[in-house]
């Protein structure tokens, strides 16, 4: 079958963005009919586009509030109509019904709706497109005789094909379009049932028994963990296409020089930037393969980063830097001219422009501006062979006025202040996870050891490396551990080297155990009755 020359045209669009010229491109230089809608027939009609309306190309009215308007024969008999078969042509004959070979629709901006918290039930299902994906759906499917346009950025393209081909448009033009139709549909029915799920579900609620998602690909990465592997980033997006991130996402964040990030790089950056938005006060985290290697609260971002760097200047040589403030410039020459620390990413809010001059002169470094610390995503997904793992996304927001002590010797206020960052910092560790801290630095880690002893003497260990180091005196450490004691020799360990605090969720059988041993260590204990594992 020969390409279709394009002859009439139906143009129904929310984004309004290039549609005149497109239209009165289509009608002065090819002698297209033009059949619009409502908004659209009016914004045509300013251009100087003769339009048809839909109701007088119909015979019937607009109805129910515009939501019975496209949905006639006339119009999907006209579009799904197939060219090439005579019985077809012979019923659109006879019922009036002529071809239209053009569609040029977009739909209802429903995410753009439901995202403002006050809209209300009755008005984001008003927002609900019918008309529009059905004549998207009716066109796509006919692709093989009709073009259809769903994306302003297609306009030209079509325009383009259409004066290379005589008005025609290209069999491998309309196959294009057509899958980019059928992802736009199945994004926005996705929009529609995430949003109705999430009116119906409380927080608390099992997670969806259907899962569908809509994922753009942002850019082709270099390759995955290892060379040999592919990969690439991906984000949630709108139907229209739209990047569809959380506020202040790691996704949504700009890159404002460097090379292009790596796969390993989004995994570090993406856990190091999760981890510093816990804090309100000032905080640096340094982090290196998935492990927070330095971790500080200060009065402000740069003695944040001198605190976290001092914690373990070895592990932080090719590690990602995320900040909760701004960068100034005075951090920037903390680590690129003091220390002299080769950093991966650096990651933050925002950067003084005097930082930036200065990042500049290493023009490999990937900066990331996040715009604000906003709020982590709620929902975190894993592949697994054959499916995905679904859960909502951990945090620490425990109140501390539900914590249990039952040793006998209860925390100050100053130790319990202690216990809650190090509580904090625990969380980003690989599990086994023990952190120990001192004046709100991590300065001890023990990760992903196979078993809490292991974990517990590794990380006294580094805290007692970092006194060495730093000419402070050993001891007086407080101690979090992201699960519960299953022996009391985790705490004779940490008794050993000079813990005098520890924060753990409790709910081990063995808990009076290792509570006889604090009382013996005269070592404050307390549960938080939640665990934070991080595998």
């Given amino acids: 079958m020969a390409n279709p020359v394009i002859r009439r045209a139906l143009v129904s669009v929310t984004n309004k963005s290039g549609v005149q010229e497109f239209a009165k491109t289509l009608q002065d230089e ?32 607009e109805m129910m509030g515009g939501r019975v308007k496209t949905l006639h024969p006339k119009v999907h008999g006209g579009l799904l109509a197939r060219r090439d078969d005579a019985g077809h042509m012979a019923e659109a004959k006879a019922n009036g019904i002529e071809m239209i070979d053009l569609v040029c629709v977009n739909l209802y901006e429903f995410e753009k709706t439901v995202a403002d918290p006050s809209v209300t039930f009755a008005d984001a299902i008003e927002h609900i497109d019918i008309g529009g994906p059905s004549m998207l759906r009716s066109a796509a499917k006919n692709a093989e005789s009709v073009t259809v346009v769903c994306d302003p950025a297609d306009y030209e393209r079509v325009l383009a094909c259409m004066r290379a081909h005589d008005g025609a448009t290209t069999e491998e033009l309309r196959l294009e379009l057509q899958r980019k139709v059928f992802a736009t549909t199945a994004a926005y029915d996705t929009a529609i049932s995430a949003w109705l799920d999430g009116q119906a579900a409380a927080e608390s609620a099992p997670a969806p028994d259907a899962l569908t998602l809509s994922l753009k690909k942002l850019d082709e990465l270099r390759y995955g963990e290892n060379p040999q592997q592919t990969a690439g980033i991906y984000g949630f997006t709108t139907a229209e296409g739209d990047l569809f991130t959380s506020a202040h996402s790691l996704v949504g964040a700009r890159q404002l020089q460097g090379k292009p990030l790596s796969y390993n790089n989004y995994l570090d950056a993406d856990a190091a930037w999760n981890l510093v938005r816990e804090f309100e006060d000032p905080a640096c985290i340094i982090l290196k393969h998935q492990n927070p290697c330095g971790s500080a609260v200060a009065g402000d971002v740069t003695e944040a980063y001198d605190r976290a760097f ?28 003091v220390n002299k620390q080769f950093v991966e990413v650096i990651i933050a809010p925002s950067f003084s422009e005097e930082a930036l001059g200065r990042l500049a002169k290493r023009q490999n470094l990937r900066v990331l501006a996040t715009g604000g610390t906003g709020t982590p995503a709620k929902m975190e997904l894993r592949t697994v062979d054959g499916g995905v793992l679904i859960q909502n996304a951990d945090s620490v927001d425990e109140d501390p006025e539900t914590f249990t002590v039952p040793t006998k010797r209860k925390p100050t206020p100053d130790e319990l202040d202690e216990m809650i960052f190090a509580w904090k910092v625990c969380k980003g560790v690989k599990s086994n996870a023990i952190l120990v801290s001192k004046d709100h630095a991590g300065i001890g880690m023990g990760p992903g050891q196979p078993n809490r002893v292991d974990s517990a003497l590794l990380a006294c260990e580094r805290a007692d490396e970092a006194c060495e180091r730093l000419g402070l005196e050993k001891g007086g450490y407080v101690a979090a551990s992201d699960a519960f004691f299953p022996f009391s020799d985790n705490v004779d360990v940490l008794a050993e080297h000079g813990v005098t605090c520890i924060i753990q969720p409790g709910g081990s ?10 009382d013996e260590h005269g070592i404050a204990m307390v549960f938080t009755g939640v665990r934070h594992f991080r595998h």
Wanted: glycine letters at 12%; proline letters at 4%.
């Fill in 30 to 61: 090819f002698g297209v009919e033009v059949i619009s809608t409502g908004g659209t027939a009016k914004a045509l009609e300013d251009a100087g586009v003769n339009v048809v309306a839909i109701d007088d190309y119909t015979g019937f009215p």
């Fill in 509 to 518: 059988v063995r808990d009076d155990e290792s509570v006889a041993a604090c």
């Fill in 310 to 337: 001092a914690c373990d200047p070895k592990s932080a040589f090719g590690g990602i830097i995320a900040v909760n403030g701004e960068v100034p410039l005075a951090l920037v020459e903390h680590f690129a001219d």
